[in-house]
């Protein structure tokens, strides 16, 4: 089955550097990879997707990237603020009707002021 | 997001006891989702409904068992055999499971044994 690597697990960066995440997966398959942020005692929320038919998508100061090739997609946050800091999950699954979502298992970010 | 409500929202557990984790849904889904979250950890899968009156396991549902008798409603009761269910309980659905359906979280159950 579909198994999903992400790194790192924590990262800190200072406040307006770019923060980049990466995951890798195995199903060549698979076909849409969404992005989650989950604050602190808080349910994840999805902030950016993509799909394997575009290799680049913005919303702002995020963008993910995918290399079909390589089987790696990316996150990148440009400009941080303070209220970047959270844990960022990827994840990723196939197109085909009863397919479960693969999560990555996290990367908690921090912002240093 | 807004249209999926988790309850209770905090949950104390004696030893030996089952309780049950209330899930409703109102964005007419088909599918929904149970997760489990450790602190610092990330979200595993303890059962997922693609239809009403079915279920399918996830990767932890040892402890755990569920029913999906309405389309709105998944509710999770975590029973005695788990034997260490504090935890962070996420509630999810989605339209249709896989052809690229997002998933929507509810806002989370936190489950104290004392």
């Known amino acids: 089955g579909e198994n999903v690597e992400q790194h790192p697990s924590t990262l800190s960066v200072q406040e307006g550097d770019s923060a980049v995440i990466k995951c890798t997966y195995s199903?060549?398959?698979?076909?849409?990879f969404p992005w989650y942020k989950q604050e602190l005692g808080k349910r994840p929320q999805l902030i950016i997707d993509i799909r394997s038919n575009v290799g680049e998508k913005k919303d702002q100061r995020i963008a993910v990237t995918l290399n079909k090739t390589a089987k790696h997609f990316s996150l990148h946050i440009t400009e941080t603020q303070p209220e970047d800091s959270a844990v960022y999950f990827c994840?990723?699954?196939?197109?085909?009707?009863?397919?479960?979502?693969?999560f990555g298992s996290g990367t908690r970010l921090s912002i240093r002021p | 997001d807004g249209g999926i409500t988790q309850s209770p929202k905090y949950l104390f557990r004696k030893e030996g006891q089952n309780v049950t984790l209330s899930c409703e849904q109102n964005?007419?889904?088909?599918?929904m989702y149970w997760y489990r979250q450790d602190p610092g950890q990330g979200l595993r899968l303890i059962y997922y409904?693609?239809?009403?009156?079915?279920?399918q396991k996830g990767d932890i549902a040892e402890g755990y068992s569920v029913s999906r008798e309405k389309k709105e409603s998944f509710p999770l009761t975590v029973t005695s055999a788990q034997k260490n269910p504090t935890a962070f309980y996420l509630c999810?659905?989605?339209?249709?499971?896989?052809?690229?359906?997002?998933?929507?979280f509810g806002e989370g159950s936190w489950l104290t044994v004392v």
């Open positions: 964005l007419n889904h088909d599918a």
């Open positions: 199903d060549s398959a698979s076909n849409y």
């Open positions: 999810a659905s989605s339209a249709g499971m896989g052809r690229g359906n997002t998933i929507y």
């Open positions: 994840a990723a699954s196939l197109y085909s009707s009863a397919s479960k979502i693969i």
């Open positions: 409904s693609q239809i009403v009156n079915d279920f």
